[in-house]
């Protein structure tokens, strides 16, 4: 069954293999080491380097619309027959934010706010990166139904580290 695993960049390794992922989104500024896992291809691998703000800041890459754009690409030439792990630095922010904007590409069909509530049942840290899901609301002709979705689940619960979660494509979430 296609699954996405959200997890912190501390639990990769682990994650990958555990749940033999063909796939691997990486969300993080390219000041921070990280190594691929080796079952990993290059090519099957999607490296967003940009800061974790939701503001433009002096000397910080915030979210962009081409990452977003990046990464709806990379998730369309996904053939789900693996799972792909989605991760960041904390895998609190963006990586949430990248399951979440994966599963509203994956599942036209879904609500939004019904997506956004299973995320949040996955996961009571997750505080996905409003600025970009913003781009991929515009970029998915959601007509800001992503961003109100985001908004009513609130920031998650704090945590220095998210715990490792499943977001199935197809059964619910």
Not at 105 to 124: G, K, T, Y
Not at 133 to 148: E, N
Request: hydrophobic share 40%; proline share 8%.
């Amino acid at each position: 069954m296609p699954r996405i695993i959200v997890c912190p960049l501390s639990q990769v390794p682990t994650t990958v293999s555990t749940h033999s992922a063909s796939h691997l989104v990486t969300l993080i500024k390219d000041r921070t080491r990280i190594e691929r896992p080796s079952s990993i291809l290059s090519e099957r691998q999607l490296l967003l380097n940009f800061d974790d703000i939701i503001e433009p800041m002096e000397g910080m890459v915030p979210p962009s619309e081409e990452h977003a754009r990046d990464l709806l690409t990379f998730i369309g030439m996904w053939d789900r027959q693996s799972p792909i792990v989605i991760h960041c630095y904390a895998g609190i922010s963006r990586s949430t934010a990248a399951a979440f904007i994966t599963l509203c590409s994956l599942r036209p069909d879904r609500a939004e706010a019904e997506i956004a509530q299973n995320l949040r049942a996955a996961s009571p840290s997750a505080s996905p990166n409003i600025r970009l899901v913003g781009f991929a609301d515009r970029l998915l002709g959601r007509k800001g139904r992503m961003v109100a979705a985001i908004e009513s689940i609130g920031r998650g619960a704090d945590a220095f580290e998210g715990i490792p979660f499943v977001l199935p494509i197809d059964d619910g979430a």
